[in-house]
């Protein structure tokens, strides 16, 4: 039976490092402030924002909500960014995306100052993930994943690790983070010849394929550590991640579960990240 990393335990050691900054700030008279802008009422963007809320609130961070119709003009939506920067109650700023199509997201996306985005929005943040510089900060989920080795002791270094997935938003920083873990990354795809032989060959295996169940037994050896990114509903209205839990748990090391796993994460690594704004904001 493979050892199950456990997104709870994680997050009970994240939290007691955030409270304690949230703290040391507010020592100084500063309320750490996370800034909301959701456009349109999307249920699941509507969902990870109570999530994020319920979050704050139980660190002792502030929240503010910017709450815009889904027909906003793309000047109104550049003004609220632009009057955010300028906040300087606001440490940190989620946008959700993907915005409505009649917006231009790539300008949008930019115009956010790197010291307010939590969750790598803008082309500078990614530099900095890519560059190892100090800009921004890197998105929550693939940090979630570095928090879930880090907290159980997993070295990466000169570890093969794979990763399954090319996007911005989880596989290519995750292996840049993983390299600076010291790992040796290999990133797989959808044109991938064979994938199977190429994960089997990893040490660690992330899995963001954005695909209910994809990775199965084939895809697995014995020792191996699984971080699965995947959320899914399968065809029984229930959560799942992109790893066939069932069939692969019995063969590895290690595995996070869907849910509970990296996705209980991601929310406490947002909030931290506004901490982190702050403080770097009032050092």
Known sequence: MARQLLGKEVNASLNERIKANVQMLKDKGITPTLGIIRVGENPSDISYEKGATKRCETLGVSCEKILLPENVSQEELLAVIDKVNKN?????VLLFRPLPKHLDQAVIENALAPEKDVDCMTDL????????KQIGFPPCTPQACMEILDHYGIDCTGKKAVVI???????????MMLIKKNATVTICHTRT????????EADILI?????????GAEYVREGQIIIDVGINVNEE???????????????????TPVPGGVGSVTTSVLVGHVVEAAMRRNA
């Not at 990614?126 to 190892?132: D, L, N, P, W």
């Not at 010849?193 to 089997?200: I, Q």
């Open 88 to 92: 300087d109650a606001i440490h940190g």
């Open 125 to 132: 943040s990614m530099s900095g993930v890519f560059t190892g």
């Open 165 to 175: 997935g090319r996007s911005l938003v989880v596989g290519k920083p995750a292996a």
């Open 193 to 200: 010849v064979d994938m199977p032989s190429v994960t089997r």
């Open 207 to 215: 899995v963001a394929a954005g695909r209910a169940g994809v990775v």
């Open 237 to 255: 209205g229930k959560l799942c991640g992109d790893v066939a839990y069932d069939a692969v748990e019995p063969i590895v090391d290690s595995i």
